[in-house]
């Protein structure tokens, strides 16, 4: 830090404008009047010939006292030698000065120019402040015999926080020249806060987008503290609200508001997960937020804020600048969308805060730049942000055309599955399908193989949607091919497993298949590691449940299917599913389970299939607290039988 110190020390020279309190006009355009002029602390501010004597030292014009080692002095006195040629007085002259706190008294040789402003009890708190960006004419009336010229300034400031601030536009000339200066800083301020603005108010439509919600809103809280920021700083506040407490609120708001929104907006942009850095952000903001409003309501506690509040502002800004490049770097590692321009204006902009802080705390650099270059990192970030929305809806567009697909898709696997219902002179079947996405893995379907015997398959492809609903389709084109077998489950399951095996690589199929025949007054059933069939008996009402030993299709290439033969006379009613309907719930942890299933089965006996089916799905919503495809494809099948 020494060795900064002595670095900075030895350039100030080279880099002063004004060292010697002394400035030469050698034309009418306007003389930057920055640097070192002659200072001394004064007791009453009222007139130079009341102020007491007391030594002169070189301060800086446009520093705040506090800044240059003066403290706790309520009202202070600079003076500056003009040299205007006698060539050079063909009108009057102007000057602009920073905004100043609170009160501000002009003087050319002695004569007053200009009073603006004045403070409250106790030399603490502006009443009437003189704080917005001014330009003063000189007339040239007020000018002596000879070049030498003296330019005194009486600034009247609260205790802790007296002095000139915000930007460094010092200024005497012409007075045409001067208030063409003045209109054109004025103008170019207001446009850069205008711009970063309308920037904030653009993404701030953006903030409902649902991807991007957190990052568009820190984003434009930021932008919008910055543009009042800049506003306050140069005193362009006063000319929407004359008021010292607003204009007060304007400069400081941005310490409040920085920290948190760049950290939330690197966190949400770059999808990072710091939660203790967040909430610090957040507790931060509240704290120093609850410290101005406690200033704002009692003017006493200004300097504690000045002392302490203040420093840690610019503390908090500085860590969360350093976050943010940070954060950038790591979306740069993980290549993300537009981190690389983010990073620049992060960049950029630290380089332009470190500039104005030299600036700040001695003369090293006499540019201020990092109002320009927060403008440059919005506009970055503004860009990067396009970029996405503009990826964004791209993707919103396709993923429309691919719902578009699917959908179409849903119509052909709806059409690919039998009949919801059929219903003979021997039996009626009812089906229900509930897929978790818009198509599913299950799949069922007949054989009315004679007028005296129906086969009913039913099919469940591990897990769901796209790869499962594909291969459905193949499992109807091999369900339809096996009608010649269709009499023996065991023959057929045995074929269907064989016929699929070549197309299946990570999924397997689970199945049932039974056939129900009439005529010789059985029921055969076979299965491929799927859940047992249920057989309502047509007596007492009891429930069976039938599971052959076979493997799921997928397991080899060649497996054997065992065939369970059961009394038709004996039952009424037949009911398939798939694994879905009793998972139903699982993930939230309670399951609809086999148990509940069974019961519902007995209770329902006396139902038809149709109500049978209706009342599963809410018996599954009452006890599982889900609907029945929340967790996995659901599919049913209920077989009742009239007469033998």
């Not at 102020?51 to 446009?62: T, V």
């Not at 002179?425 to 089906?431: D, G, N, Q, Y």
Request: one cysteine or more; charged letters at 20%.
């Amino acid at each position: 830090m020494r060795f900064i110190g002595l670095v900075l020390f030895a350039l100030q020279p080279a880099f002063a404008i004004i060292d010697n309190a002394e400035a030469n006009l050698t034309d009418r355009q306007p003389v930057d009047l920055r640097g070192f002029w002659e200072f001394r602390a004064v007791d009453d501010s009222q007139t130079p010939r009341s102020a007491p004597a007391s030594p002169w030292r070189k301060l800086r014009i446009d520093k705040e006292w506090r800044l240059q080692g003066v403290d706790k002095t309520p009202a202070g006195e600079y003076r500056l030698k003009l040299n205007i040629p006698e060539t050079l007085r063909s009108g009057d002259f102007g000057l602009i000065l920073p905004p100043v706190s609170a009160a501000i008294r002009i003087f050319m040789n002695g004569q007053l120019v200009a009073a603006k402003g004045s403070i409250g009890e106790g030399l603490r708190f502006p009443q009437n402040s003189s704080e917005a960006f001014s330009w003063y004419p000189v007339k040239r009336e007020l000018l002596v015999p000879g070049p030498a010229q003296l330019l005194t300034i009486h600034v009247q400031g609260f205790q802790g926080g007296g002095g000139i601030f915000g930007n460094t536009h010092v200024f005497f000339g012409g007075v045409d020249e001067i208030r063409n200066r003045f209109n054109f800083i004025f103008l170019t301020t207001a446009f850069l806060a205008a711009a970063i603005f309308m920037i904030a108010v653009f993404h701030f439509a953006l903030v409902p987008d649902r991807n991007y919600r957190r990052a568009n809103l820190h984003y434009v809280l930021l932008s919008l503290a910055m543009s009042f920021h800049i506003l306050g700083m140069n005193g362009l506040g006063y000319y929407l609200f004359d008021n010292f407490l607003f204009n007060a609120a304007l400069i400081h708001m941005i310490l409040v508001v920085f920290p948190f929104t760049l950290i939330g907006f690197s966190l949400r942009y770059f999808r990072l997960k710091f939660p203790l850095i967040r909430s610090a952000a957040y507790c931060f903001a509240i704290l120093l937020g609850s410290m101005l409003l406690v200033c704002a309501v009692v003017p006493a506690f200004i300097p504690y804020y000045l002392s302490y509040g203040l420093p840690a502002g610019f503390i908090a800004i500085a860590l969360s600048l350093g976050f943010a490049i940070y954060a950038a770097l790591r979306g740069m590692h993980a290549k993300t969308e537009g981190a690389r321009l983010v990073f620049i204006g992060f960049a950029v902009y630290s380089v332009t805060v470190l500039n104005d802080m030299i600036s700040y705390f001695s003369y090293a650099t006499p540019v201020t730049v990092a109002d320009m270059g927060f403008l440059f990192a919005v506009v970055c970030i503004a860009v990067a942000l396009a970029g996405r929305l503009q990826r964004a809806a791209q993707e919103k567009d396709e993923l429309r055309e691919w719902q578009k697909e699917i959908r179409l898709a849903a119509q052909i696997q709806s059409l690919a599955l039998p009949k919801r219902s059929l219903r003979t002179a021997r039996l009626s079947i009812e089906t229900l399908f509930k897929p978790m996405k818009i198509i599913g893995g299950d799949f069922f379907a007949f054989h009315e193989i004679s007028d005296n015997a129906t086969g009913i398959f039913i099919a469940d492809v591990s897990g769901h949607g796209i790869a499962a609903a594909l291969l459905v389709s193949t499992i109807k084109s091999i369900f339809l091919q096996q009608r010649e077998c269709a009499h023996d489950p065991g023959l057929l399951m045995r074929n269907m497993n064989a016929a699929l095996y070549p197309h299946l690589q990570e999924q397997f199929i689970t199945a049932a298949y039974c056939i129900i025949d009439f005529e010789k007054g059985k029921i055969r059933v076979a299965q491929a590691g799927h859940p047992p069939v249920y057989f309502l008996h047509s007596g007492d009402g009891g429930l069976e449940k039938v599971k052959p030993r076979g493997r799921f299709f997928g397991f080899a290439a060649d497996l054997q299917y065992e065939t369970a033969e059961l009394d038709i006379s004996q039952y009424s009613r037949i009911f398939l599913y798939s694994d879905g309907v009793i998972e139903a719930g699982s993930l939230q942890g309670s399951p609809y389970t086999v148990t509940r299933l069974e019961n519902f089965l007995i209770e329902t006996a006396g139902h038809t299939g149709e109500r049978l089916l209706a009342e599963l799905e809410k018996d599954i919503h009452e006890r599982a607290r889900t609907q029945m495809n929340t967790d996995d494809d659901s599919s049913c099948v209920v077989v009742d039988l009239r007469a033998a």
